[in-house]
């Protein structure tokens, strides 16, 4: 009796060891999808391309460093209580700058996510995806990629250009590519989306016009490069021309017809906003839309808190605008008294204390409808390319290396933006109105540091006399009249003036001591 | 509760229960008597104790080959029946056990205190073999040992007590923890802990299965392990000695064994202790006159913020000392009573455990209740089965705002009050921008609340089988369940400027399954002078999680906390499942040889689901040889040696130590403005990632001198790892990370290289004077290990893996160079004369165009640091940094004074490192006269300028030079063209120290005293732990553990360890 007890025992033993079969080592995620199951459908590849419209990806570049790198380096905004944007006003950064780390870290997770979306429809996206439709969602992810590449080109010159990360495994340290070739794929991935993307998307999604008109606004910047003695290629403005022009002419897309419209949440995914990034609510820190922590009061915020690190617009800036020219002033930034009703208006309205950015100020969860809104996670959908811009653009293209232009394609697109501003338009354009035009279209959109970059590459000492002339100060108001802020914080800073130096950005302290290849010289990309 | 109502009540229950148990031992002996009907003489006799002579109470004595037991009674006598020719085999917890042939008439046996080195059991995993039997290189520790220092968890404990073992406190948090590293750091993958074993079952270490959560609280699973109930723990340290646990044991392998049951009359002890701990140490920081002064003399120098309440220093107060005001001296309890005994088919061993200890910070506690029952059962004579069974239950307030509390104590300035005079907490109320608003650390402390709760079953059962004599199966199954929650809940305040307008509560819970199915076979034979012992076996485990959580902001009251009572249109919840598993095959065969010559040899097969399914099986193996040579015949009659053996091991083991599914991209649904949802890629993939590989020699010498007053054990090993697997950090242009960064995909886990230690490690037992009265016994361990990093990929020789604090590299691990060695500029003084800017290279901006000189913006002047020019270029730039030191120490030791005099018993516990470096990242904060924190005093020196010719220039660089050259601390200059915080030696200390950690004072009561009281022994004790330390570090304790390697001796402002004076008592009762 008893060894059979052993016998049954030992059989059971048998039965439970052979049991553990081979399938008890495959453990599956159960929380996430893994890539080798994923991009199986048209649906799947969506998905994954709508991930690179915002969220995570782009907060630390969208958080950290686009409106301080575009607006605060470049002398239209000013916080005076935080020493790395002061470092950015006073033209004085130094390697271990935040805002110059988050745009490096921001714009490269970007592109880290562009590149394993590509990699993952070419590998496991099966044949039953037909080839328009994967190569389709390549252009998007592309598309994304050249706009983060764009970036870190206009700030840094010569990067490291990535487009596998898997290859980090093997090869981690990297070498700068040199500029040109850093333009080259940009141009690259450019032409390709444009190619691929379709003529109309649902709202949100970029189309062969989005692709076009950042085509044409890179062949502009690469007109200037390495040009001397204010002379542009011709070549590249000629290329600039064609792109930017059939957007313009060809789109069927037309200007928003009201500015201030732009920047309400009602008008998101407007037509003339090429290329928009797409915040959703309630996704907290880390991933979302986090422009309302530069709010002049914490009364207009969801939860009624953030407003950290209010933006002041400068002297300089306020000097810029026309009478006339209320409407863009008015949604730009506000000064002492402005009343704004759909500010909290279910607690009256906000009426401006001081002068104070007011683009991307956009109110409460109340006053947008959503009800999960928080100060870290405005839905405003803000736009990185516009109509408006691609006009411009066109503008400039067709001015190229001439003092001046009465060209009627340049006049009209040009006054197209003018009028819908309500101002007068312009009978001759030159390369400052150009200039200032930009500039005022586009304050607080991060926009004017990089039109001082792209001036830089053709007419270095025109770009630094703009900067070192400025009236880089901040100012009060008071009935009608704007006073610049005589010392202390705000007022006139004894910085040493700008050089051409200034117009590259130091390379993050702990990336050089990382990758000690980066301190030596650029090498070309293409072979 | 008062202790001596805590002794009084256990004196009533006790008496009570002893009442009842001498009922039950007589009914044992009278079933003895019933059944053993041929026995017919009685035997009777004393058992003493052989050192002192006085009796022994609660022998046990058995006849062996019969049912007959009993025990000593108070005078030590004993009366048993048995015949002449039978065996009384005697035994007693703490003496070495006997065998004594019945001759008749009175005995008077001598049982002597047992001699740890020769007759210790050691587990060597799935089962244990006399130390003299050895074949690997174990280190075991007793738990009378480890309780003398008093530790809340007992891996605190091993500190220098075990050679080749670092250990380094983490955490000082209550229940925090500590990281163990076994014979260096031989992984750098998350940390280097080793598998803990406790009754066969694998505790998940102090970072799993949650690394994020652990490493901001420091909790600490192995915190709900009692130190009361552990018999011994063993270190197994070698590869012949961990190989048998596979895939987990790399790292070296900690099996801590609870008591058990023995075969004896009840036995019933009480341990319990008071004690009050204090901060041990205060950093300097500077009083609201100071900070005035500074801060005044700043706003000149800026042109703004000045600030009028400053106006005149010499009016203001101390102000508030933050440090006074965070930290108090707390309390701490400890109760454990455990209960055991057992006849020869059952035993038994249950305790309970009460544990209570505030922190020395405001906001931190914990509490741990447990039960253990251990028992085990011959249910038939070829069956056994048993269990190990704890239930801990453990409170814990975390609400200090994680680890880093005297950083956030540092983050407050003195003119700030902690209450203001109408009631309100104080706060910032200075509107200007440049006062960045800081909360209230004792209100946050006060208000917030983050509680955690866990739940945790360990438990084992198993069956034996005894086929034959000689084979046996075991079958085990072994589980750790843990279930926790964290309660959070923030109300709306308001310290001064900083203001929480919405309060906002949060709930979590979770739960880890982690079991072991495991069945092995044992044979054992002798033939001859041949003796075998073999296993084979094999296992599968199986570890799951899962875990929810939920959060609502607006809640209408700030005393109605649970969700529910939030506003619903704020509610969020997450949650996730998951689980991994492994499985293994392993055997071993011992074989001895005339009882000189051992030979162990191991094969394990293992498999784990972390690797991708080509990689996922790996095999690994050791072998070991011993020699006895006090056995062989030319050392019989040496004298001076009573014991000597040489060891020998070299094996193969691999870690599998990886998060699973990280070997393929994971994509994660996030929320999104274009189509509500998208697929997130939340990491890198690397389908090549597969095990790490170690390779192990060990050498070893055990022995015994003089008489047994010396024995000795020392280790010289090298350990090589290849393969090493790391989550790789990456230059930031990766777009992936191995910390947080929102954004950042998970770094990939990639074989990166190969690292080498080598080392040794002694261990000297003294007995300097022994006789009746008076024994003195010293303990000196030592542990030296080399790191080195041998290869580390493809990255060529930059290849590195870089750490950052502040946007710097301050750590860097290269090849040829050591683990997390730190990296920076050497610092050279400060810019003093105009004659150091000539002398002296300056930094370039990113286009290696030098810096301009000048007082103004972007310019370098005079107090700005100078650092030396290493290549020689003429400029500073990223190629002058430098190998600053290593974070590993040169030795770590432990000296261990014991002395007892009569009754009395003291303890003296020393133990320390030597040749360490520490970041101390307080002091580069706390340092730099531009930010918004306290300062510590020394920034009252920074440096000053004044003019050579006073109605000069005070921007020509000729008429200017700093009156205190010698000083460290930077100008009151708003520029930072010059980083003056670069990384730098500066920062960078000696972290050498020797601590104090525990002086002991007992008293033993007289037994003959105690015995009229039913009481067998007494001890009443006084401790201090971590009395006093001496150091040149100037942070608050340069014992920093960490649990990464990439970041060891990061200095942030740890929970430091307290010093804690306690009372407390041990009585056994019979």
Redesign the interface.
């Known amino acids: 009796m008893?060894s059979i007890n052993?016998i049954i025992?030992?059989l059971l033993?048998l039965v439970?060891?052979a049991g553990?079969d081979t399938g008890?080592?495959?453990?599956?995620?159960?929380?996430?999808?893994?890539?080798?199951n994923?991009y199986q459908t048209t649906s799947?590849l969506?998905?994954?391309t709508?991930?690179l419209?915002?969220?995570?990806?782009?907060?630390?570049w969208h958080y950290g460093a686009f409106l301080p790198l575009g607006d605060i380096l470049s002398g239209n905004a000013y916080?005076?209580?935080f020493?790395d944007f002061v470092?950015l006003y006073?033209?004085?950064i130094?390697?271990?700058?935040?805002v110059m780390?988050s745009a490096?870290?921001?714009l490269?997770?970007?592109?880290?996510?562009c590149?394993?979306?590509i990699n993952?429809i070419n590998q496991y996206a099966p044949a039953s995806v037909s080839d328009k439709d994967k190569n389709a969602a390549i252009a998007e992810a592309r598309f994304i990629r050249a706009v983060a590449y764009y970036h870190l080109a206009m700030h840094w010159g010569a990067?490291?250009i990535?487009e596998d990360?898997?290859k980090?495994?093997?090869?981690?340290?990297?070498n700068r590519n040199i500029v040109t070739d850093v333009y080259k794929f940009i141009a690259n991935d450019l032409t390709f989306a444009a190619k691929n993307l379709p003529a109309t998307d649902?709202p949100?999604?970029v189309t062969t016009w989005s692709a076009q008109g950042m085509l044409g606004k890179a062949y502009l910047t690469m007109a200037g490069l390495g040009q001397t003695g204010g002379i542009r290629n011709q070549a590249y403005l000629d290329s600039a021309k064609f792109y930017a022009g059939n957007v313009c002419k060809n789109s069927g897309i037309a200007l928003h017809p009201s500015y201030s419209e732009l920047f309400k949440t009602q008008f998101?995914d407007v037509p003339e906003d090429l290329f928009a990034?797409?915040?959703?609510?309630?996704?907290?820190?880390?991933?979302g839309n986090m422009l309302l922590t530069y709010s002049p009061s914490?009364d207009i915020n969801p939860?009624?808190?953030g407003s950290w690190t209010s933006l002041a617009p400068t002297y300089d800036l306020y000097l810029l605008y026309s009478s006339k020219d209320s409407v863009r002033r008015k949604a730009s930034f506000m000064v002492t008294g402005d009343y704004y009703p759909e500010l909290n208006a279910a607690g009256g309205g906000y009426k401006a204390g001081g002068p104070a950015m007011k683009k991307h100020i956009i109110g409460n969860e109340k006053d947008n409808n959503a009800?999960?809104m928080e100060f870290t996670s405005s839905?405003e959908?803000d736009a990185l390319l516009r109509l408006a811009d691609v006009y411009l653009v066109y503008a400039e293209a067709i001015l190229g290396s001439n003092a001046t232009t009465t060209d009627a394609d340049a006049l009209l697109y040009f006054n197209k933006v003018r009028t819908r501003a309500g101002v007068d338009p312009a009978s001759t354009l030159n390369i400052d109105t150009i200039l200032n035009e930009r500039r005022i279209e586009f304050a607080f959109e991060g926009q004017y540091w990089m039109d001082l970059v792209r001036l830089s590459y053709w007419n270095p000492q025109k770009a630094i006399d703009i900067v070192n002339n400025q009236q880089r100060v901040t100012f009060s108001y008071a009935s009608g009249v704007a006073t610049p802020t005589a010392?202390?914080?705000g007022g006139p800073?004894?910085?040493?003036p700008a050089?051409?130096?200034s117009f590259?950005?130091?390379?993050?302290?702990?990336?050089?001591?990382?990758?000690?290849?980066?301190?030596d010289a650029p090498v070309p990309y293409f072979k | 509760m008062n202790e001596n109502h805590v002794i009084r009540w256990i004196q009533r229950v006790t008496k009570n229960l002893l009442n009842k148990y001498a009922i039950l031992a007589v009914m044992l002996c009278s079933f003895g008597l019933a059944s053993a009907q041929d026995s017919n003489e009685i035997v009777t006799g004393t058992v003493l104790d052989q050192s002192n002579g006085e009796p022994l109470i609660g022998v046990s004595i058995l006849v062996k080959g019969s049912n007959q037991a009993t025990i000593t009674d108070l005078k030590g006598a004993f009366s048993i029946k048995a015949k002449v020719g039978q065996t009384l085999w005697v035994s007693y917890i703490g003496y070495a056990s006997q065998d004594i042939k019945v001759t008749g008439g009175n005995l008077t046996i001598h049982l002597k205190e047992s001699e740890k080195s020769l007759n210790e059991v050691v587990v060597i995993g799935y089962g244990s073999v006399p130390r003299k039997d050895l074949t690997g290189s174990i280190s075991s520790i007793s738990g009378n040992e480890l309780r003398k220092t008093q530790p809340a968890t007992f891996d605190q404990a091993l500190q220098g007590k075990v050679a080749g073992v670092v250990v380094q406190q983490v955490s000082g948090q209550p229940g925090g923890g500590v990281s163990i590293q076994i014979h260096g750091i031989s992984s750098i993958s998350s940390n280097n802990s080793p598998l803990y074993v406790i009754d066969g079952v694998i505790i998940p270490p102090p970072s799993d299965p949650d690394p994020d959560k652990s490493h901001i609280t420091g909790t600490n699973p192995l915190s709900a392990i009692n130190p009361s109930e552990i018999e011994s723990i063993d270190v197994l340290k070698d590869a012949s000695a961990t190989a048998i646990y596979g895939s987990q044991a790399t790292n070296g392998v900690i099996v801590i064994t609870t008591k058990r049951g023995s075969v004896s009359a009840p036995q019933i002890s009480y341990d319990g202790y008071i004690g009050y701990q204090q901060i041990p140490r205060k950093l300097p920081t500077v009083n609201l006159q100071q900070l005035a002064s500074i801060l005044n003399d700043r706003a000149l120098s800026w042109?703004?913020?000045a600030r009028p309440e400053f106006a005149n220093p010499k009016y203001l107060g101390a102000g508030t000392n933050w440090q006074n005001e965070l930290f108090r001296s707390a309390p701490q309890t400890n109760h454990s009573l455990t209960i055991s005994g057992g006849d020869k088919i059952t035993q038994y061993m249950f305790s309970l455990g009460y544990y209570d200890q505030q922190g020395i910070a405001l906001g931190s506690d914990f509490q741990r209740y447990s039960v253990r029952l251990n028992l085990d059962n011959k249910t038939?004579n070829?069956l056994k089965i048993g269990t190990s069974l704890q239930l801990a239950h453990v409170d814990e307030n975390v609400s200090t705002t994680g680890s880093s509390v005297i950083s956030t104590a540092l983050g407050i300035t003195p003119d700030i009050a902690v209450k203001n005079a109408d009631g309100t907490w104080g706060g910032i109320t200075n509107t200007?921008?440049?006062i960045?608003s800081v909360s209230n650390p004792v209100g946050l402390a006060t208000l917030n609340k983050d509680k955690k709760y866990r739940n945790q079953i360990i438990g084992n059962v198993y069956?034996e089988?005894q086929?034959c004599k000689d084979l046996s199966?075991r079958?085990e199954v072994t589980g750790n369940f843990d279930f926790n929650t964290e309660d959070r809940f923030n109300p709306v305040y308001a310290f001064g400027k900083m203001?929480n307008?919405?309060n906002s509560g949060s709930y979590s819970a979770g739960q880890n399954y982690y079991l072991v199915?495991r069945?092995y076979f044992t044979y054992n034979h002798a033939f001859g002078v041949h003796s075998i012992n073999v296993l084979a076996g094999?296992e599968?485990q199986?570890s799951t999680y899962a875990n929810v959580s939920a959060s609502r902001?607006n809640f209408p009251s700030n005393n109605i906390q649970s969700i529910s009572s939030g506003d619903p249109?704020?509610a969020?919840n997450g949650g996730?499942?998951?689980?991994?598993?492994?499985?293994g095959y392993f055997g071993r065969i011992n074989y001895n040889l005339m009882d000189k010559y051992l030979l162990t040899g191991n094969l394990r097969r293992d498999?784990?689901?972390n690797f991708p399914?080509d990689h996922?099986w790996v095999i690994g193996y050791s072998g070991a040889f011993a020699w006895k040579i006090k056995n062989e015949k030319f050392l019989e009659k040496v004298e001076v040696i009573n014991d000597l053996k040489l060891r020998l091991g070299y094996g193969q083991t691999n870690n599998q130590n990886i998060p699973?599914?990280t070997f393929?991209?994971?994509?994660?649904?996030?929320?999104?403005?274009?189509?509500g949802?998208?697929?997130?890629?939340?990491n890198?993939?690397?389908l090549?990632v597969k095990w790490e590989q170690m390779i192990n020699s060990n050498v070893g010498l055990d022995g015994t001198l003089f008489n047994w007053k010396i024995n000795f054990s020392i280790d010289v090993y090298d350990r090589n790892t290849h393969g090493l697997l790391l989550q790789?950090?990456?230059?930031?242009?990766?777009?992936?990370t191995a910390g947080y960064?929102?954004?950042?995909?998970s770094a990939?886990y990639?074989n990166i290289g190969s690292i080498s230690n080598k080392g040794f490690d002694i261990r000297v037992g003294t007995t300097n004077i022994s006789n009746k009265n008076f024994t003195w016994r010293t303990d000196f361990t030592i542990s030296h290990n080399e790191n080195k990093v041998l290869s580390l990929?493809?990255?060529?020789s930059?290849?590195?893996l870089?750490q950052?604090y502040?946007?710097?590299?301050f750590a860097?691990t290269m090849v040829g160079q050591p683990v997390g060695e730190f990296?920076g500029y050497v610092y050279d003084g400060v810019f003093a004369t105009a004659n150091d800017f000539k002398t002296h290279a300056l930094p370039v901006?990113?286009?290696g165009?030098k810096r301009?000189i000048?007082?103004?913006?972007?310019?370098i002047w005079y107090g700005d640091r100078m650092y030396k020019d290493l290549n020689g270029d003429g400029i500073i730039?990223?190629?002058d940094?430098t190998y600053l030191g290593s974070p590993i120490p040169l030795f770590q030791f432990g000296f261990n004074n014991s002395i007892t005099c009569k009754g009395f018993d003291l303890n003296i516990f020393f133990s320390g490192n030597y040749g360490n470096k520490i970041l101390n990242q307080l002091a580069i904060s706390q340092n730099n006269p531009?930010s918004n924190a306290t300062y510590f005093t020394s920034v009252l020196n920074y440096a000053r300028t004044a003019l050579i010719n006073p109605t000069g220039d005070a921007s020509n660089v000729n008429n200017v030079y700093v009156t205190n050259p010698t000083t460290t601390i930077v100008g009151l200059r708003n520029?930072?063209?010059n980083?003056n915080?670069?990384p730098s030696n500066l920062f960078i200390e000696d972290g050498s120290f020797i601590r104090c950690k525990t002086i002991a004072l007992g008293y033993t009561l007289p037994e003959k005293l105690l015995a009229k009281v039913n009481i067998r022994s007494l001890r009443v004790y006084v401790n201090v732990a971590n009395p006093f330390i001496i150091t040149k570090y100037t942070g608050m304790d340069p014992e920093i553990g960490s649990w990464n390697p990439l970041q060891a001796g990061w200095d942030n402002g740890y929970y430091p360890q307290s010093r804690v004076f306690t009372f407390g008592i041990n009585l056994k009762l019979n």
């Open positions: 008893k052993k025992i030992l033993l439970a060891i553990c008890f080592l495959d453990r599956p995620s159960q929380s996430t999808i893994s890539s080798n994923f799947d969506r998905l994954a709508a991930n419209y915002g969220g995570s990806d782009w907060w630390q916080f005076p209580w020493g470092q006073t033209r004085t130094t390697a271990q700058n935040s780390q490096w870290i921001g490269y997770n970007v592109v880290a996510q590149n394993t979306t993952g990067v490291p990535i990360n898997s980090l495994i093997n090869d981690p340290l990297l649902v949100g999604r998101n990034l797409q915040w959703a609510p309630a996704v907290g820190w880390g991933n914490n939860q009624k808190g009800p999960t839905i959908h010392s202390g914080t800073q004894s910085v040493l050089t051409i130096s590259t950005l130091p390379l993050p302290a702990s990336e050089l001591a990382a990758d000690p290849k980066l301190a | 042109n703004f913020d038939t070829w200007a921008g440049w960045t069956a089988i086929f199966l079958n203001t307008g919405i199915v069945n094999h599968a199986l902001t249109t704020t969020k996730n499942t998951g689980d991994n598993s492994s499985e498999g784990s689901s399914s996922q699973g599914n393929v991209t994971q994509l994660q649904t996030v929320a999104n403005g274009l189509t949802i998208a697929q997130n890629q939340v890198l993939e690397n090549g790789v950090p990456f230059p930031l242009y990766s777009g992936t960064q929102p954004g950042a995909m990939p990639v990929g493809r990255g060529g930059s290849a590195n870089s950052t502040g946007g710097y590299v860097k990296y901006d990113q286009n165009v301009p000048s007082k103004l913006g972007g310019g730039d990223t190629r940094q531009t520029d930072q063209t980083e915080s670069r």
